[in-house]
């Protein structure tokens, strides 16, 4: 059977509130709210001025539907799932339960982000292993192209490979069909954060198998900071969590049974559950913002957005400036390069025209959304003619 092929969806920004002036091109920073969410979350506040309403069925109820509802978007079971509050929290789980044999390595990017650095770094301090960087690749007519640089590093003695869907400076993509090939041949963990796709970028769970999939909700997934998703593959849980919380031990839903310490955990992946995962505030707006995701389907937002950066891609060529070809970026995520240099004042100059967008590097990141118009798309090029 045939994956139904996507459909473009017409644009939303009447589900947000983006005040018509505002050009705002920068998810990869941070989405906007849904109102659908933001009305979630209302009630979800006004429901801690009357805490006699919240039942110990509260506890479970709504992070349990958030958990499988998450599940679905990805295409994985609930049990495969936790909660954490950052991405790097979701990772140093897999950098606390992999082992690493001495002299190994973990392969990281350049420029990855910290999130995905860090943790790796104390983890090959103590077990005697080594970080390799895989040096940016030499750009190609096309832009550059990370794939076959990672595939050249990927060798007997890697141990883990650390990586996103997608660069964070500039949406470059990254083939984990591919890679995930070589790094199963080789025997080492695959570790994901896909903080800057997930939500926005289909990726087949059952061709890539990671063993850590990690992703904070306020970027691509619209929902609100401090909230995330830890994907864990099926042998990695019964490892040992970051904290011990009384949430994720099993029985805790009978809080007079509290007093009898349990020393087994709830089933899955629940046992890496941050501290107070029932999160009664945050809970509902992401659950909002999920329901929304799946609705639209991650498939049709990728086409979409696709269509989106395609043609803002089409208009900075026309410009001089530089971008990737369609086949080496992500759908969803465009880095746009000045061959003359970063124009001094760039942001700030775009930001008196209502325009935002992001630098990393050298690289300006133009991250539209369901919300954006042909309207936003005109007065980024008219406020970027004037800084040129
Ligand atoms: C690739 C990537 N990972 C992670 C994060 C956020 O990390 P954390 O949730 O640990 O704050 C960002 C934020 O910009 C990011 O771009």
Request: one cysteine or more; glycine letters at 6%; proline letters at 6%.
């Amino acid at each position: 059977m045939h994956a139904k092929s996507p459909s473009l969806i017409p644009n939303q920004r009447s589900l947000f509130d983006i005040p018509d002036h505002i050009a705002y091109l920068n998810c990869a920073y941070m989405s906007p709210l849904l109102k659908s969410a933001a009305a979630a979350g209302g009630e979800a506040i006004a429901s801690k001025m009357q805490p006699w309403g919240t039942t110990s069925e509260d506890f479970f109820t709504q992070s349990e539907a958030t958990r499988s509802l998450f599940a679905k978007v990805i295409g994985a079971d609930a049990d495969a799932i936790s909660f954490v509050p950052a991405a790097s929290y979701g990772i140093a789980i897999a950098a606390n339960n992999i082992p690493i044999g001495e002299g190994q390595e973990i392969l990281v990017l350049a420029e990855q982000f910290p999130s995905n650095v860090y943790a790796w770094q104390r983890a090959a301090d103590e077990q005697g292993a080594h970080i390799r960087t895989v040096a940016s690749p030499a750009e190609t007519p096309n832009g550059p192209d990370w794939t076959p640089a990672i595939m050249d590093a990927i060798t007997e003695r890697t141990d883990i490979v650390a990586l996103p869907h997608c660069h964070w400076t500039d949406g470059a993509h990254i083939n984990l069909t591919t890679v995930s090939k070589k790094t199963r041949k080789v025997g080492a963990a695959l570790v994901l954060d896909v903080s800057q796709s997930l939500g926005a970028m289909p990726l087949d769970l059952n061709q890539i198998k990671p063993d850590f999939m990690v992703a904070p909700t306020y970027k691509w997934l619209l929902g609100p900071y401090a909230m995330g998703f830890l994907y864990v593959a099926p042998k990695w849980r019964d490892g040992r969590p970051l904290e011990e919380n009384w949430l994720n031990r099993k029985g805790s839903e009978d809080f007079a049974g509290l007093v009898d310490y349990e020393d087994s955990y709830q089933p899955g992946a629940r046992r890496y559950d941050m501290g107070e995962r029932a999160n009664f505030q945050l809970m509902p707006v992401t659950k909002a913002a999920l329901q929304q995701i799946a609705d639209w389907g991650v498939d049709n937002i990728a086409a979409t957005l696709q269509t989106k950066t395609d043609a803002i891609a089409a208009r900075a060529t026309r410009l001089g400036l530089t971008v990737s070809a369609s086949e080496l970026r992500a759908p969803h995520f465009l880095g746009v390069r000045f061959p003359g240099g970063v124009p001094d004042g760039l942001l700030e100059q775009l930001a008196k025209q209502h325009v935002y967008v992001s630098l990393r590097g050298t690289s300006m990141r133009v991250t539209p959304h369901l919300y954006n118009s042909a309207e936003d798309v005109d007065r980024l090029f008219a406020a970027l003619q004037a800084v040129l």
